[in-house]
C-alpha cells in the first residue's frame, strides 16, 4: 500500500509545498492512496471540501497545487465556460475566438510553456525598442514611436493568437492557475477544457498502475 | 519498511503544530493539525479494540470525506485491523454486497443516511456477520432517540467509542502490526453495475 502510494506521490512529484484539494471520495483507492501518502510521506495539507455547490467557490478559496477532481465537477466545469464563451461579445469575443482552442488532453506531468518562443522574442523586442526609444529619440519623432507602438500591438495579437492572454485569465477565474496536475477519470469536454488550460490531466488508472 | 499509522505517529511526535487536513465545514475552513488528528486515530482506533475488533477482523467504512475518516482509517489498522472503504454513494444493496463479501464484523458509518443503507439490509436479513454499528453523526438517527433501548451495545457513537479508548495503548500497538499484515480490502464495483460484477482487492501495509 505504501509503495502503491509512493508511486503515486513520485509521478505527481508532491512535496511540503503542496495543497492537495481533494474532492473524490475517500473510497477510491487512489485517492485514499494519494491522499495518505502526501500526509504521511511528502507531509503536504490535505484539503477537505464540502464539495457539490460549493466545489468552484472551494478550488478558489483553496487554490490547491494538486485537484483530485470528481468527474461531474469537471464537466459542469466545462459546460460553464462553454455557456461563456458562447455568450462574449465584443473585443472579447474576437480574443475568445482566437485564443481558445479545445485541446487533447496532457497526460504527463511534462506542463506546456503558457508563452510560445515567438511571442517571448517580440516580447523582448519591444523591450529593446522602448530602451532604444528612450536613449536617442525625443517625442519628436513620431515615426519612431508608431514603430514601437506597433510592435507592442503586435505582441498583444501574437499572444491571443497563441492563446496565454485568453487562457491565463481563465484559469484565474476558475481557481486553477496554481495547480500543477489534476486527477480524474474525465473525458471529453472536461479533458479538452484541461487541454485548452495546459494542465496535466492524469487518469486514476495510469496513477495506480498494476498495484491493484 | 513501515506501515501508514507508524508514519503517521512520527510525523504527529516530529511536528504536532503542523496542519495535517483542513476541513471545509459549513463555510468555515478548520485546520486539524497532526497531533488531534492522531489523538482522534487513537481514541478511535482503542475504542474499536475495546469492543471486540481483533487484529485481522474486517472492519467497513462508509463515510463521505472527512478528518474522521482518516483517523478512523490510521486507529484502525493501528490494532492491526482491517478496512474495507466503501463508497457512500453506493446503493443499499451495494454496500451490503461489499460488506458481506469482505465478512466485515463491525461498520463505521458517516451519518443517518448511510448508517439507514446498512441497517435497512440487515433488517431484510443480510449482514448477518455485522455485530457493531458505529455512528459518527448522529442527527437524525431514531435509535438513539431513546436512551433505554435494547441494542445500546450493537449501535454505539464515535464519540462513545473514544469515551472508550485508551491513546497510550493505541501507541504501544502500532509497531506490533507488521507491513505484511492485510491492511485493506477494497471491493469495486465494476461495469455494468446492475449485474454487480464485483473485483476484490486485498492490499497489505507495505
Known sequence: MLDQGQRVAEQLGLTTKDRVLAQTSFSDPVERSLSLVGLLQSGVTVVIGEGGPLAQAELQAVQPTVLLAAPGFLESTAAMLNRRIGSAKGLRKFALGRGWRPRAPIQSMARPAMISPLVILLLLGVAASLVWFGLTASMEDPIRLLGVLAIAVLTFVASILQGSAVVAPIRRQLGLNRVRAVVSASQDDAANMLGALRIPLLHP?????GAK | MSTAPAIALQRATAQPQDVAVRLHDLGVWRPITWSVLMAEAAEIGSGFRSIGVQSGDVVGIVMTNHPT?????????????????????LSSVQVATILESCGAKTVLCGDQEMFDKVDEEQQRGRCGAIQKLIIANTRGVRYFDNDDRADRDRILTVAQLRARGAIDGWKAEVPKVSPSDMQLSSVLFEPPINRCWIRVSVLRNS
Open chain 1, 205 to 209: 488508472e495510469s496513477l495506480e498502475g
Open chain 2, 69 to 89: 475518516w482518516v483517523a478512523a482509517y490510521l486507529g484502525i489498522q493501528g490494532i492491526g485491523a482491517v478496512v474495507a472503504p466503501i463508497d457512500p454513494d
